[in-house]
Structure formats: structure tokens, C-alpha cells
């Protein structure tokens, strides 16, 4: 039975899964569509309002509506409600929409340390700057509880990985030495408030990113899919710790539709691999094996162990060394 057919809906990440930038990844917008799954889209960026995302996915042919869409900060003001007063006057470092939703939530939305702040709610804006950041530092070392959308460092956008929120945030607790909680994914809330929100039991959670996508989904307890389109390569997969090992791994969307035996990490297209020390050697294969079989034999030999690390790949036969050749 294919993947699609064993789940009853799709928690997806967007930047690096669905887009990059608001540009569709090749295969994205076809394979959610064809796979007749319920999806929500559960992402880390905080710049853009849910009607905004639903929107833009609407545009690019995934029809769907801000119901459909859970954004880090929406999650960071369900935290802040749970640590901060009714009516709490909040600092947010963000876009218009992220104040509105704190707005929304009852919140009082200030700009300046001299409020007095509660709470400082960060989230990613390409506006933000060096006076944003100092009054956020100013009301964390006045007392308010620091809260974050999420600690991504990286923003994947066409020209590639951008600064994202997690650097910003670097910024702020080098100067007060105060680590944020994160509201966004690897956290699991998120994962759960999207399942419940559509009633699904049997989710697959779908992402390119191990830290946040994969570890989130499994934090949740929910099966996972790693696609290569974004920010973690081949060779972060490789390393990756046991608490960001996902279930199933796929080039791209396109796994959806392929019996989810073969999406396993383990040995396939006649490929053989042995770890010794810190060096995976890679052979065998056929004239029809693929890179992606390559690789998942590689992770079924690597993954028997938590501690593994690969430093160096070899590639012995001439189909294996053509698989290796396209790892990142």
C-alpha cells in the first residue's frame, strides 16, 4: 500500500516543502493535491497571518483557508496566555499580523521597554532591527518572560537560506543571557493542536528540516516524512540524532505515492553499506537502482547505532559512486 493510502491526513511544513519563498517546489502542489488528503500546514514562520498563507497556497492551486493553517504565532500567544495575565501588555518583535493576534487574544500590545512589559513575543520580521532588539532585551532584563515563535536560524528562500528568527533570537540572549521558550516546532504542541483541529488519529507529519519538522513529528509521537528539498541534506540525515530519525524518507513529494516499505530506511537496489569508524562505504546497485536506494541503505546500516558519525562517503562500484555523487 502506498503512503498515502495508510494515513488519514497530512500535517505539512511550507518553506523548504510546499515553497521556497512562496515559489512551489517541483512535484509539492501536485502530490498534496493528488493524494486526496486532508491537509493542514503547520509552519515555523511567524511573518505572515493565517489568511495570508492560506491565500497564497490558494493561489498556487493547494485550495484551502486560514482554518488550515497553524502558524508559530499562533502557538506563541496560546503560550503567552497560559503564563501571562488576562490583558497582559505584551512586546512583540514582529510583523502587523503577529501583534494582531495578540491584539485578538486580549493582549496589550506595546513597543517600548517603559511599558513594562509582561512578555516579549518574537517572532521573524525582516523589518526587525537593532532598536527592536534592544527594547525586547531591555524588558527581558526587567523581568518579562521571553517567548519565542520559533529558533529556526535558517529561512529557506529562492536565493537560499536566509537569516531566520533563531539568529535574531541569538542576538537577544547573547545580550541578556536569558534562553526563550519556543512555542513552533521541535516542540510538539503544535503537531497535536493541528491533528485535533481536522480530527485526525493517523497523521503523517511532512517536512525537510530534522530539527524542527522531523523531531517536532516525532516529539508528537506521529510518523514522519523527510523530504530533500529544503534545508537538511543527505549527510545531516546521515548524523542525525535518534530523536530526528524519521519514519519514511523520499526525494521529494512524490513519496507519497510509493508503497511505504520502500520509503524505510534498509537495504534496496542491490545496494550493499558498511560503516567502519567514521567512514560509510557504498556498493553494488544496478543499472536501474536510484540515488534515494543508495541512501537508504546507507541509513539502515548508519541508524543501527545512536552515536554513529559519518565524516566520509566512498562509493565502490561505478553505480554507487553515481548515487553518492548527488548526496548534499
Not at 115 to 136: F, I, K, M, Y
Not at 202 to 231: E, F, K, W, Y
Not at 249 to 262: K, P, Q, S
Amino acid at each position: 500500500m502506498n503512503v498515502a493510502t495508510m494515513y488519514d491526513a497530512l500535517l505539512l511544513d511550507l518553506d523548504g516543502t510546499i515553497w521556497e519563498g512562496g515559489r512551489a517546489i517541483t512535484h509539492a502542489v501536485e502530490a498534496v493535491t493528488d493524494s486526496g488528503l486532508p491537509a493542514i500546514y503547520v509552519t515555523n514562520n511567524a511573518s505572515k497571518a493565517p489568511a495570508t498563507v492560506a491565500n497564497q497556497l490558494t493561489d498556487m492551486g493547494l485550495a484551502t483557508d486560514p482554518e488550515h493553517v497553524m502558524t508559530s504565532a499562533q502557538a506563541a500567544v496560546l503560550m503567552a496566555q497560559e503564563v501571562c495575565a488576562p490583558g497582559a501588555k505584551v512586546l512583540v518583535l514582529g510583523t502587523t499580523s503577529f501583534k494582531e493576534l495578540a491584539a485578538e487574544a486580549g493582549f496589550q500590545v506595546v513597543e517600548s521597554a517603559d511599558d513594562q512589559p509582561a512578555a516579549v513575543l518574537h517572532g521573524h520580521n525582516p523589518e526587525t532591527g537593532w532598536a527592536q532588539l534592544s527594547e525586547a532585551a531591555l524588558s527581558i532584563r526587567q523581568g518579562a518572560v521571553y517567548l519565542a515563535s520559533n529558533l529556526d536560524t535558517t529561512l529557506p528562500m529562492e536565493r537560499g537560506l536566509h537569516v531566520g528568527n533563531g539568529s535574531m533570537v541569538a542576538a537577544v540572549v547573547s545580550a541578556t543571557g536569558v534562553t526563550p521558550r519556543s512555542a513552533g516546532k521541535p516542540e510538539p504542541e503544535m503537531f497535536r493542536l493541528s491533528a485535533d483541529k481536522i480530527g485526525s488519529k493517523t497523521p503523517l507529519a511532512v517536512g525537510d528540516r530534522l530539527d524542527t519538522d522531523i523531531a517536532g513529528g516525532i516529539a508528537a509521537g506521529m510518523d514522519s516524512l523527510q523530504v530533500i528539498t529544503g534545508v537538511s541534506g543527505h549527510r545531516d540525515i546521515l548524523n542525525a540524532p535518534p530523536h530526528q530519525r524519521t519514519t519514511l524518507i523520499a526525494d521529494d513529494m512524490r513519496g507519497l505515492f510509493v508503497e511505504r516499505d520502500e520509503l524505510l530506511p534498509g537495504a534496496q537496489g542491490g545496494f550493499t553499506a558498511t560503516l567502519d569508524g567514521t567512514t560509510l562505504t557504498i556498493d553494488g546497485g544496478t543499472p536501474d537502482s536510484t540515488s534515494i536506494q543508495a541512501f537508504r541503505t546507507a541509513l539502515g546500516v548508519v541508524w543501527q547505532f545512536e552515536d554513529a558519525r559519518v565524516e566520509e562517503i566512498v562509493g565502490v562500484s561505478d553505480v554507487a559512486k553515481q548515487a553518492v555523487a548527488t548526496w548534499r
